[in-house]
């Protein structure tokens, strides 16, 4: 796979007229003065919360340009399809082995240049470290070139996975070399992937010398009920309406309003988590109450759509059908381009499905991409909060490291 160079008019205009913007509207510390550029190529690491991270950890290093690896799916439309590429971006299938993303990586390296990775492989959906996969401790002992972390804190909350749009507030990043070649070498896959988990859900960050989730906004809950459905006093579904500043029950009045420091207050009478990442915690264990060897099958009616071919020539339709989950797996009985299929995802290959709000959750399976939309869209944050619930739950060989606030059980409870 021949990988670009980042284009260097684009990446100069993106250092001179964006990254001001983001300094002041997150009254941004960068790190730039503590950063120690190695000079030979490298591995970047960063946590992965919300959609402009690479902004924030690629420009502290410019004028040096990074490579990213970034999920396939931003390559099947225009203009990303052909804007990534002459960015340098490696695509990778997500939750999936990918060869051939691997084969970019090491060319990029070879000739001298470094690579940036999100670990987690997603963006989190509450704003806490979601763990990664296990196989990244393999990739980097396979690359064998120094690792430099970064850990971002404070940006979920201006620019939150449920919500679009970015609202100012205050961001720290900070940088620490993690791994030399020789540290590579002699650490074991499992103590590199602890060592990264530590980093990413900064258990070693230096505290910040003032408030930084501390955030201006007149719409401070609107959105939030696309990760929230779940009232944790009534266990209603999808009944939650997001206004203003408060997140209300729609069937039994639970409510609770949000501040400027993304706490939750729950207002006389209500059953509301103090915070988001607590609320989706418990929505967590909800889910995973639901699973045992002996469950019925959760069944849901889906239309299935596909990539139609190469980069930029979109998504077709495939059919529609009936999508089954259990302890096994996952089952797809219906139509594929024409013809009456029965496709199943073994469970221990499916630890994450990605989800887009209103559209469609993916599964990737055997290189191919698999996206599915429910009747109702608003199931989409469900099914893939449920199947990794199910993976953890029924998986003998679980993929990705423990997050840091995961709320699942072992067994249900």
């Known amino acids: 796979m021949k990988v670009k160079r980042p284009n260097p008019v684009l990446y100069c205009a993106a250092f001179i007229l964006v990254y001001p913007v983001l300094k002041l509207l997150f009254r941004l510390d960068d790190g730039r003065r503590h950063l120690d550029r190695p000079k030979g190529p490298f591995i970047l690491i960063a946590n992965h919360s919300t959609m402009i991270d690479f902004l924030l950890v690629m420009l502290p290093f410019y004028p040096r340009r990074i490579n990213a690896v970034t999920a396939h799916k931003y390559f099947l439309n225009r203009p990303l399809s052909t804007l990534l590429p002459i960015m340098g971006a490696i695509p990778k299938k997500q939750f999936d082995p990918d060869i051939r993303s691997i084969k970019g990586i090491k060319s990029v390296l070879s000739r001298g240049d470094s690579i940036l990775l999100f670990p987690e492989g997603r963006c989190s959906i509450d704003g806490s470290f979601s763990g990664i996969h296990r196989s990244t401790g393999k990739l980097i002992k396979l690359l064998g070139v120094p690792v430099v972390s970064c850990y971002i804190d404070g940006a979920y909350t201006c ?51 003032k408030p930084l989730r501390t955030f201006r906004s007149r719409k401070l809950a609107e959105g939030l009920d696309q990760i929230l459905y779940w009232c944790p006093r009534c266990a209603a579904e999808f009944k939650l309406k997001s206004e203003g500043n408060s997140i209300t029950c729609t069937v039994c009045g639970n409510s609770a309003e949000i501040d400027s420091n993304a706490k939750l207050t729950q207002t006389p009478g209500s059953v509301v988590p103090d915070s988001v990442p607590g609320w989706y915690r418990e929505q967590t264990r909800h889910e995973t109450r639901r699973l045992s060897e002996d469950m019925e099958p959760i069944s849901e009616r889906v239309t299935l759509r596909m990539p139609a071919g190469g980069a930029g020539e979109g998504i077709s339709p495939c059919g529609a059908g009936i999508l089954r989950l259990d302890p096994k797996g996952w089952h797809y009985d219906g139509e594929l381009s024409g013809e009456q299929v029965s496709l199943f995802f073994p469970i221990d290959t499916v630890p994450v499905i990605s989800f887009e709000y209103g559209s469609s959750f993916e599964i990737y399976s055997n290189g191919n991409c698999y996206m599915f939309t429910p009747e109702d869209t608003r199931k989409n944050m469900k099914y893939s909060l449920l199947g990794e619930c199910a993976h953890r739950r029924f998986s003998s060989r679980l993929q990705m490291t423990a997050g840091e606030n995961t709320g699942f059980y072992t067994t249900p409870t």
């Not at 070649?181 to 590199?192: A, F, M, Q, R, Y």
Request: hydrophobic share 35%; glycine share 6%; aromatic share 6%.
């Open 159 to 209: 620019a939150p996975h449920w919500r679009k749009g970015l609202r100012s507030g205050r961001v720290r990043v900070s940088f620490k070399e993690l791994f030399t070649p020789d540290d590579v070498k002699t650490l074991s896959v499992e103590d590199i992937n602890e060592a990264i988990s530590a980093r990413l859900r900064g258990a070693d960050a230096p505290p910040p010398r």
